[in-house]
């Protein structure tokens, strides 16, 4: 994966859901930031990911969520040129408005994120860390989370 402008990482992302995880590709998500801190993901609230009662589907939700701090992780992965495994441990969510709008996944985590990757890199140990997720709503709920999701990272050299 190259990481270097945020058309590139755009592009990693849809040939991911093309090619390897429909399931993402069918959500139409973009990355909207993504430096060593924070990263940014938006999946626009369409038909295709609404519900019943017409707001964002938990399932697509759930998708944001393990983009932002999945591609977070990845970028601090591919700075050690090592072969890294990344997979989820664990998720917790706390679903507080519902989403009628486009979605904002925000994961903050980088520099915490950073050291688990950098003890993973050099002990060759597994490094579980958790990241916290905040989904906000603009257009709806201004900067008020919708939602709040932990997802605990475990992370190992498989080199």
């Known amino acids: ?21 429909p399931l993402i590709f069918f959500c139409r998500p973009k990355i909207h930031e993504l430096n060593d801190e924070k ?13 019943h009662v017409y707001s964002m589907y938990i399932g697509a939700l759930t998708i944001g969520a393990d983009l932002a701090g999945g591609f977070l992780t990845m970028r601090h992965i591919e700075k050690t040129g090592k072969k890294i495994i990344l997979i989820f441990k664990d998720v917790h969510a706390d679903y507080l408005k519902l989403v009628e709008g486009d979605a904002y996944f925000t994961c903050n985590d980088g520099l915490k994120v950073q050291e688990a990757v950098r003890a993973a890199a050099d002990t060759g140990e597994r490094q579980n860390v958790p990241v916290n997720i905040t989904v906000t709503v603009p257009s709806h709920l201004g900067d008020e989370p919708a939602a709040q999701y932990t997802l605990t990272l475990s992370i190992k050299d498989k080199g």
Do not use: D
């Not at 990263?39 to 519900?51: G, H, Q, T, W, Y």
């Open 1 to 21: 994966m190259r990481f270097s402008t945020l058309a590139q990482t755009n592009r990693t992302l849809w040939a991911l859901g093309f090619f390897k995880i």
């Open 39 to 51: 990263c940014v993901v938006r999946i626009p609230c369409k038909r295709r990911v609404k519900n």
